[in-house]
């Protein structure tokens, strides 16, 4: 057992000091010794609690930089931008939703906020307005949201800070998720695109949706192309989809897949909607009846795919009001995810419905109608279909959808396209001018 100061403190590991003044020096060393590193000890502690300081604040104001940072439109986390989130989230319905409806921007997206605003709901949306198409449609489909107290947050589906701080404002009671890189041929030119928004941003959605509690219902846009190169017809939701044509396609049936998952391990409510072309006033830019429209008026050619044998190509184009509908009544029909805070407490609904128009129209066919409204002709080139992910047709069956959701298309594409004419020409002008007079 150390009975003295001299057994317990050692002056060097291992050695014992063995007379007096030995020990008298080495005690006096030890002093200074332990005083001075005691010192150093306090410094270093200083030191520590300095550099600690200086970090956390650094991330204070990263962090708060991240929600403050300032746009033209909204200053992003502060109180005001806070107060336009929850204003635009109030609902004036007896059990309404609120909504949050990613890709608010969007061609889809701005239509569906604008009829839950409409009867009721509370919605939000979130939209990075991204240069795909020139974000200045984007915009002005803000400007025509915002006219109906509809609040769009600019941000990335990707940003899980942002999404965290938005659950938090809102108890989102469903997700309707239309952000999406969309485009067919483009997956050649920007693969990544397609991963980044498609596959990343999707499963960061569903990481926020499943730890929220409430766990919202989702709603969201898979594609008609995941049928890829199926030749049955009509298109039925049974039919086999692991032959896509295209990445855009892949990505897409990833994203059923990848929901499913979310389903089955989190109790996630679950609606995919395989969407057949859509088309519309306040529609995308990329989409060939809307650059076929811009060229004509122009005078400058069009180039018209044809398919092997010199088959037209077709596609069960399908009108932007019907395609609300369907939206919304897959919203009405959702059962509630049962899970929260990430944990499952139950089996919850998993659907994917067709909704398409049910009868499809040849490009040929699509031409001939716009030259009709526009009172032009077009100057077409006529090309062999290149092997850029295009498929031949497109047809779907949508008893299914008819049954569960009530959905019913009404709209033919001529009747589409003369809704479709009447607004491009108020909002581009006969001439391309710009036009932002026009309300939906
Ligand atoms: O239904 C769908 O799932 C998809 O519908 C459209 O894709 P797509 O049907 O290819 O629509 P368009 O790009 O408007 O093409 C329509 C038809 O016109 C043809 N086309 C397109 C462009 C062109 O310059 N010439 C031409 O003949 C295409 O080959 C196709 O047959 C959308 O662009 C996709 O985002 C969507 O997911």
Same mark, same amino acid.
């Given at each position: 057992m150390p009975q003295s100061e001299e057994d317990l403190f050692p002056s060097t590991p291992g050695k014992i000091k063995s007379d007096r003044n030995h020990? @008298?020096?080495?005690?006096? &060393?030890? $002093?200074?010794?332990? =005083?001075? &590193?005691? &010192?150093?000890?306090?410094?270093?502690?200083?030191?520590? !609690?300095? &550099? !600690?300081?200086?970090?956390s604040f650094q991330s204070f104001v990263a962090s708060g930089s991240?929600?403050? $940072? $300032?746009? =033209? $439109? @909204?200053s992003v986390g502060d109180l005001h931008w806070e107060k336009q989130i929850r204003s635009s989230a109030q609902i004036h319905r007896q059990n309404g939703f609120s909504v949050l409806v990613t890709g608010a921007a969007g061609f889809v997206g701005s239509h569906v906020s604008l009829a839950l605003k409409k009867r009721g709901d509370g919605v939000v949306g979130i939209d990075n307005f991204n240069d795909y198409y020139d974000p200045s449609l984007k915009k002005s489909r803000r400007t025509m949201l915002e006219s109906h107290n509809?609040?769009?947050?600019? +941000? #990335?589906? @990707? #940003?899980?800070?942002?999404?965290a701080k938005l659950? #938090?404002?809102?108890?989102?009671?469903?997700?309707?998720?239309?952000? !999406?890189?969309?485009g067919v041929r483009y997956a050649m030119e920007n693969p990544m695109s397609y991963v980044h928004s498609n596959i990343a941003g999707l499963v960061t959605l569903l990481e926020q949706c499943k730890t929220s509690d409430p766990q919202p219902a989702i709603v969201w846009a898979s594609s008609s192309s995941v049928y890829g190169l199926n030749e049955k017809v009509p298109f039925s939701e049974s039919d086999q989809t692991d032959q896509p044509a295209s990445l855009y396609a892949a990505t897409k049936k990833a994203g059923e897949e990848i929901t499913h998952t979310y389903n089955h391990i989190y109790g996630l409510s679950i609606t995919g909607l395989r969407f057949f072309t859509v088309y519309g006033p306040w529609g995308r830019p990329d989409m060939a009846y809307? =650059?076929?429209?811009?060229?004509? /008026?122009? +005078?400058?050619?069009?180039?018209?795919?044809?398919g092997k044998d010199r088959t037209d190509l077709a596609r069960d184009f399908t009108y932007i009001d019907d395609i609300v509908k369907g939206c919304v009544a897959s919203l009405d029909t959702a059962g509630k995810s049962t899970g929260s805070? +990430?944990? %499952?407490?139950?089996? !919850?609904?998993?659907?994917?419905? @067709?909704?398409?128009?049910?009868s499809p129209v040849t490009v040929p066919a699509l031409v001939r109608i716009l030259e009709k409204n526009l009172k032009m002709k077009a100057k077409k080139n006529v090309v062999e279909m290149p092997g850029n +992910? #295009?498929?031949p047709f497109t047809h779907a069956n949508i008893s299914l959808a008819q049954m569960e959701l009530g959905y019913k298309p009404t709209t033919d594409l001529s009747t589409?396209?003369? %809704?479709?004419? %009447?607004?491009? /020409?108020t909002y581009y002008g006969y001439n391309q001018g710009k036009g932002n007079s026009v309300n939906l």
């Open positions: 020990y @008298n020096t080495m005690n006096r &060393t030890f $002093h200074r010794c332990f =005083s001075s &590193t005691s &010192t150093m000890f306090l410094w270093a502690l200083f030191l520590i !609690a300095l &550099t !600690a300081s200086y970090l991240r929600y403050l $940072h $300032h746009t =033209s $439109h @909204n509809i609040f769009i947050v600019k +941000g #990335d589906i @990707n #940003d899980q800070r942002l999404l659950f #938090d404002i809102v108890p989102f009671t469903h997700v309707m998720h239309l952000a !999406a890189q969309a809307f =650059s076929f429209t811009k060229n004509i /008026l122009q +005078g400058k050619p069009i180039t018209v795919y044809r805070g +990430g944990k %499952k407490r139950g089996a !919850a609904p998993y659907r994917i419905y @067709n909704l398409g128009n049910t +992910g #295009d498929v589409g396209l003369r %809704k479709f004419v %009447k607004w491009y /020409l």
